[in-house]
């Protein structure tokens, strides 16, 4: 008797009933629920009991609030929601506690916020930031070039460990969020200091949101990171600005589902490390 050549990709996922219509998986996050993550972000909005429902349904070790502080506990969650939704394991998918830390190539290890894990592949692992002007609007001064060279030294990291025996499943897969705080200290232009050589053209005259801006665009174009969303808010007026269009929360959810299905069609997650 002839056996039935065995389900792959998008055809196994549907089996499994994880993706029982396309238009229903690309809505299962919504642009509202990205709305009402960043709004927490500034304490403007309530969202502890959906936050609680996903970290209480995700892997051991999550007890806690994500490392980038109470903050990001929305976003981290909303995050873990696009895998926990494709049907990947709950002990694969770490957004507090244990379990975040991951090898790298400069240095031992570095706890990023989220990561997805499943067998020898790094699914996805985010790195959550950003910028305020503190109290007196000068906090942007005082920590732009530590985001900045935060940033980079994570990626470039991972980057360069990212081969057996470290990571030995699929190529890792990488996204970066930020967020700017919208005061007019981050809108006015920043002086360039005299140096011996010059700087380009194009900085001169930029504010801290448009000096990041351009970062973001140049990490996304240098595939530094997989993907990148920058966005602009405040708690005065936390709806999310985007000022770069192809760094908007549109493209990076995307991105984050384009990866999901790219490993479904190779058979990840695997049905036999699947929970009955």
């Not at 502080?69 to 507090?96: E, M, Q």
């Not at 470290?166 to 990488?174: I, R």
């Not at 001169?204 to 602009?232: H, N, P, W």
Request: aromatic share 12%; glycine share 8%.
């Amino acid at each position: 008797m002839e056996m039935p050549e065995p389900l792959r990709g998008a055809d196994r996922m549907c089996s499994l009933g994880r993706f029982p219509d396309e238009q229903e998986s690309a809505l299962a996050v919504s642009r509202q629920d990205f709305e009402d993550a960043v709004a927490a972000y500034w304490g403007v909005k309530d969202t502890q009991l959906e936050v609680s429902k996903i970290r209480n349904a995700v892997g051991a070790g999550t007890a806690g609030s994500v490392r980038s502080g109470k903050h990001f506990d929305a976003l981290a969650a909303l995050l873990a929601k696009f895998f926990l939704d494709a049907g990947y394991p709950p002990a694969d998918i770490r957004i507090s506690g244990q379990g975040l830390s991951l090898p790298g190539y400069y240095r031992p290890q570095k706890k990023w916020d989220v990561v997805v894990t499943h067998g020898t592949t790094l699914v996805a692992a985010f790195e959550l930031k950003a910028l305020g002007g503190g109290k007196e609007d000068d906090g942007y001064s005082k920590n732009y070039n530590n985001r900045i060279e935060e940033a980079l030294g994570s990626a470039v990291d991972l980057q360069r460990a990212s081969q057996p025996p470290f990571y030995s499943g699929e190529k890792p897969w990488l996204g970066y969020f930020f967020i700017m705080e919208d005061t007019p200290g981050s809108r006015s232009a920043i002086r360039i200091d005299n140096g011996p050589f010059s700087v380009e053209d194009k900085w001169y005259g930029m504010s801290y949101q448009g000096r990041f801006a351009e970062y973001c665009r140049r990490l996304k174009a240098e595939e530094i990171y997989d993907e990148v969303c920058y966005i602009t808010s405040s708690a005065s007026d936390p709806k999310p600005k985007e000022p770069v269009d192809t760094l908007d929360w549109l493209h990076f959810s995307a991105a984050i589902n384009s990866r999901i299905q790219y490993l479904a069609e190779l058979g990840i997650p695997q049905d036999d490390m699947l929970p009955l």
